[in-house]
C-alpha cells in the first residue's frame, strides 16, 4: 500500500456515470489508500462495485454537516460533481472526470432515471460547467481532468498523468488492469 | 463560430498539426480545425470568467435525477 498525503483530502469527482468508479477501482488496485464501503453493492451497472462511501449517499452527509472529511485525510474518496460546493475549506486534490454527455446520459437511462434528453444535455452540462468552475476558483483545491475515454483507450498514459497529478508512482500495471474494454458500455455512437 | 464569420488564417507547425490530428482521432472531433477552436474557445472562455448559477428549479432537477440514481436521499 502506497502512502497518501495526511494534510489532504483526495478525491475522485464527475459527473454520475461518467467513470469516477472506474477511476477509483484503478486507484485501489493500484494500491494507493481508497476509502469505500459495501452499501452498495455491485450490479450490472457496476459489476466491478460502485467504491463509494454511504450507499453513495455522501453528499447528502455533506449537505447535512454530518460527514466527517478529516476522517478521510491521506485517503480517496468519491464524491460525484453536485457535491462538491458542499465541500467545507480544507484541502483538496480532486480527479475530475469527464466523458461525452451521450454516454453519461445513455448510462443514467440504463440505470432507470427517467431522462429528457434535450433537456438533461443542458441541465448536466451545466452542473459540469459550474463544477469546473468551482473546482478552478477556489483557491484549496487543486484538481485535474481525466477523460473516460482516454482511460479506457490509453489507460497507460491517463494512469501516468494521475500519478504525477497526485506526486506518487504507484502500480501503474495492477490500476491499468482494472480497466476492461468490455466494461465501455454505454458508448457514443462516434466511438462505435 | 457561424460558417458566414470572417476568418483569418493562422499558422501551426506541422509537428503540432500531426499531434492533433492524433487526439481528433480518439475524440469527439471531427477536425483539425473544431478542435484548435474549441481550446481556443476555452481559453478565451477563461478571461471573461462567467459564473454559472442554478435556477431553483434547475437544481430540483438535478436532484430529482440523483435520488432516481441513488445518490441522494
Known amino acids: ?192 | 463560430m457561424s460558417s458566414k464569420e470572417p476568418v483569418k488564417p493562422v499558422y501551426i507547425p506541422i509537428s503540432m498539426y500531426e499531434q492533433i490530428q492524433e487526439r481528433v482521432d480518439v475524440s469527439e472531433f471531427t477536425s483539425v480545425e473544431e478542435y484548435v477552436l474549441f481550446v481556443l474557445e476555452e481559453v478565451l472562455k477563461d478571461d471573461e470568467e462567467v459564473e454559472i448559477v442554478f435556477s431553483k428549479e434547475e437544481e430540483e432537477e438535478v436532484k430529482k435525477r440523483l435520488k432516481a440514481l441513488g445518490y441522494l436521499d
Open chain 1, 1 to 192: 500500500m502506497y502512502k497518501l498525503n495526511e494534510d489532504i483530502n483526495y478525491i475522485v469527482s464527475g459527473l454520475e456515470r461518467s467513470g469516477t468508479s472506474v477511476m477509483m477501482q484503478m486507484l485501489d488496485k493500484g494500491g494507493l489508500p481508497t476509502a469505500f464501503d459495501d452499501s452498495r453493492p455491485a450490479d450490472q451497472h457496476n459489476p466491478r462495485g460502485y467504491f463509494e462511501l454511504a450507499g453513495g449517499k455522501i453528499i447528502n452527509h455533506l449537505i447535512n454537516g454530518t460527514s466527517n472529511l478529516d476522517l478521510y485525510k491521506g485517503q480517496i474518496i468519491k464524491i460525484t460533481a453536485y457535491g462538491l460546493k458542499y465541500l467545507p475549506t480544507g484541502k483538496y486534490k480532486i480527479i475530475y472526470m469527464m466523458r461525452h454527455l451521450d454516454e453519461v446520459l445513455n448510462s443514467m437511462q440504463k440505470m432507470g432515471a427517467d431522462i429528457d434528453r434535450e433537456k438533461d444535455h443542458v441541465l448536466f452540462d451545466k452542473l459540469n460547467q459550474f463544477s469546473l468552475n468551482l473546482l478552478k476558483n477556489r483557491a484549496d483545491i487543486d484538481y485535474t481532468i481525466i477523460d473516460y475515454h482516454h482511460i479506457v483507450t490509453n489507460p497507460e498514459r491517463e494512469i501516468t498523468l494521475v500519478g504525477k497529478f497526485l506526486g506518487i508512482t504507484f502500480d501503474y500495471k495492477n490500476a491499468m488492469n482494472a480497466v476492461e474494454e468490455q466494461l465501455y458500455r454505454n458508448r457514443a455512437e462516434k466511438y462505435q
